[in-house]
């Protein structure tokens, strides 16, 4: 079982970035897809980038691409989204999660993720 903890949220002006972080405690996170998903009111969560178990491969949506950078780094067990050029509908909660039953062909689907953070607050003004 991987935990999650995500920070790194905040409230920005529009245009500015923000690095969001997610720790894993427990074994490891290594072998694992990882993702950030948003989720805003009224909305399903959806997938924001997706990132495979070596770090290799990564995937995003298409209203981020370009803007926002999912990276890993194992050693540490920490997943990082770098989020450049903020739009207001960036705005959001954040999640971390990890899908412990897969390590490439990674999904953008919140069900095929079977651990999950908290969630970090990102507003965009």
């Known amino acids: 079982h991987v935990q999650l903890v995500e920070s790194g949220g905040g409230s920005v002006e529009a245009g500015g970035s923000l690095r969001l972080s997610c720790s894993a405690s427990?074994?490891?996170?290594?072998?694992?897809?990882m993702a950030w998903f948003r989720q805003v009111p009224g909305k399903e969560r959806e997938g924001v980038a997706i990132?495979?178990?070596?770090?290799?491969?990564?995937n995003y949506d298409d209203s981020v691409k370009g803007r926002f950078t999912i990276s890993r780094d194992n050693a540490k067990n920490t997943v990082y989204l770098e989020m450049n050029s903020l739009k207001p509908e960036d705005t959001g909660m954040y999640y971390c999660?990890?899908?412990?039953?897969?390590?490439?062909?990674?999904?953008?689907?919140?069900?095929?993720?079977?651990?999950w953070g908290q969630g970090t607050q990102v507003t965009v003004s």
């Open positions: 990132i495979s178990a070596s770090g290799r491969t990564s």
């Open positions: 427990g074994y490891t996170m290594r072998n694992y897809c």
């Open positions: 999660a990890a899908d412990t039953r897969h390590r490439e062909y990674c999904r953008n689907t919140a069900n095929e993720y079977n651990n």
